[in-house]
């Protein structure tokens, strides 16, 4: 017979991080990655602003 406890088990809970020490390279880095995901989300916006990126549309054919 089934108990109580069937089915899938719940995973235990992981212990809380703590804050992290940071040198001089690891916030350099962070940095500069907190900078390109900036510039691309100023390059998406801009993209999603903007038309056609080539110009030239559909391309059709001459037959009527």
Known sequence: MPGKDGGKAKPL????K?????????LEFLKK???EEKALAALKAKAASGGVIGGAGL???GKK
């Not at 703590?18 to 690891?26: I, P």
Request: net charge positive.
């Open 33 to 35: 990655k907190k900078e």
């Open 18 to 26: 703590g804050d992290k020490d940071y040198d001089e390279s690891d």
């Open 59 to 61: 391309k059709k054919s």
């Open 13 to 16: 809970k992981a212990p809380k």
